[in-house]
């Protein structure tokens, strides 16, 4: 028995800091990341980008996407907080690893990262799609622009890329403006307009085509200029975080360290903007930056402390909550001027813009609306590029009672007035007659 004791014990001292170490909203960091590769040379080949990761406190854990013995949890408990797909061509995950498994990882709130490739599989574009894209179903087709193209040595097939298309948000891509192109080999993905979690951070230019560059065009292309994203992100409801991309080359050394001229352009830079790029991006996807909390929602009577247990019509309350924007090292306090707040029965019988005092705290004041019912404070908070704040308190609003009404009306004063005279007129009438019999 007491060995048996024993061996309880050292699993739990081995398991626990796998199983202790998840993401937590309230403190997003020391964060662990499984990356699954094709090939362990990716290792070395992308290694500046693994690095930006490990410098900022990741832990990553490489495996081969076919490894037998790979899982994403174990007892019921997720291992990592994020997971990097860089295996563009595997066929079949080893392990307990398959798209469910991936679906249900991002369900649980962590993040993902996606690289296909010219080689993708039917395995990665159907991650892909699960992700709210769709890459062109032509196995052999590459993003081609004739003039949108990086400038080389050789004139090639135009299928290297040179983009300065971005999404314009200083919390996705950081307020340091990205001077360089970025260096794009690869596919292409559509993203439905229907789909409003899902953005384009970098897109092909009006002049770009998806197609077989060793083929001519025989019909159109299905996907051609703006409509084609090289590297779209996603913002899950439950606020998990995605990027999906169709070239896994544009987060090697090699694209980082290249110079970069944009055909058509003079200017030529000595290294690409793949790397401000992509370390920018991976900042706001690892939610260390845009990431909200919200703290001490508190509602009162005006002049009052305790939060009551309900309201009375036509009270005056005062609400006030704390918002703060995780800095990537600490919690600092958000400022904005469009958060609001919705007094709501059915349909908001108030609405609040929330004043805000610049260091975290916003509150407003109203009078509770003249019916009674089950109202609750509700704050629906969605921006661009930040977490959602959905912050709901159920209240009951009770109608006066019998004893609180005012004993006169004010605005029947007068129609007071003209009873009260003519009851003294009948009483000086009944009075007179009375005494003159």
């Not at 007094?343 to 929330?354: E, G, R």
């Not at 975290?360 to 930040?386: N, R």
Request: net charge negative; glycine share 6%.
């Amino acid at each position: 028995m007491g060995k048996l004791w024993l061996i309880c014990i050292a699993s739990i001292s081995i398991l626990l800091p796998f199983l202790c170490n998840a993401f937590s909203p309230e403190t997003p960091t020391d964060r662990r990341v499984l990356v699954l590769l094709d090939d362990f040379a990716i290792m070395s080949s992308h290694s500046l980008y693994f690095n930006a990761l490990k410098s900022r406190g990741f832990d990553l854990e490489f495996k081969l996407a076919d490894d037998p013995k790979i899982a994403l949890q174990r007892y019921g408990q997720y291992l990592y907080d994020a997971l990097i797909l860089f295996c563009p061509s595997v066929e079949r995950f080893g392990g307990s690893i398959d798209v469910a498994a991936i679906v249900n990882f991002v369900d649980s709130g962590h993040d993902l990262i996606v690289a296909a490739d010219v080689n993708a599989s039917d395995l990665i574009r159907e991650v892909g799609t699960e992700c709210g894209v769709d890459f062109d179903e032509d196995p052999s087709a590459m993003v081609i622009d004739h003039i949108g193209y990086a400038v080389s040595g050789t004139e090639g097939d135009h299928t290297l890329i040179a983009s300065d298309d971005f999404i314009k948000s200083d919390v996705i891509l950081g307020a340091k403006k990205i001077e360089a192109p970025i260096l794009f080999r690869g596919i292409g993905h559509a993203v439905s307009p229907a789909n409003s979690l899902v953005l384009k951070v970098l897109s092909a230019s009006p002049s770009a085509y998806s197609a077989n560059p060793k083929s001519k065009l025989s019909t159109p292309p299905p996907l051609t200029g703006s409509a084609i994203s090289l590297v779209s992100i996603v913002q899950a409801r439950n606020n998990a975080r995605l990027l999906i991309t169709g070239s896994l080359s544009m987060f090697s050394n090699r694209f980082f360290r290249s110079g970069v001229q944009k055909a058509g352009s003079q200017t030529k830079h000595g290294k690409s903007g793949n790397e401000q790029f992509l370390t920018e991006i991976s900042k706001w996807i690892f939610h260390e930056r845009g990431h909200l909390k919200a703290i001490n929602v508190k509602h009162h009577r005006v002049g009052e402390t305790d939060e009551p247990a309900l309201y009375r019509i036509n009270d005056e309350l005062e609400y006030s909550v704390e918002i703060y924007e995780w800095s990537g090292t600490s919690w600092e306090p958000y400022v904005a001027n469009d958060v609001q707040l919705q007094f709501y029965m059915m349909s908001p019988y108030v609405l609040k813009t929330l004043s805000s005092d610049k260091k975290g705290l916003y509150s407003t004041s109203f009078k509770v609306p003249d019916v009674y019912g089950v109202f609750q404070f509700k704050v629906e908070h969605q921006k661009l590029g930040y977490t959602s704040l959905s912050l709901s308190k159920q209240i009951p609003v009770r109608p006066y009672r019998h004893n609180e009404y005012e004993r006169f009306i004010p605005a029947a004063y007068p129609y007071y007035g003209a009873a009260f005279s003519m009851m003294a007129g009948f009483f000086i009438f009944s009075f007179v007659h009375l005494y003159s019999k």
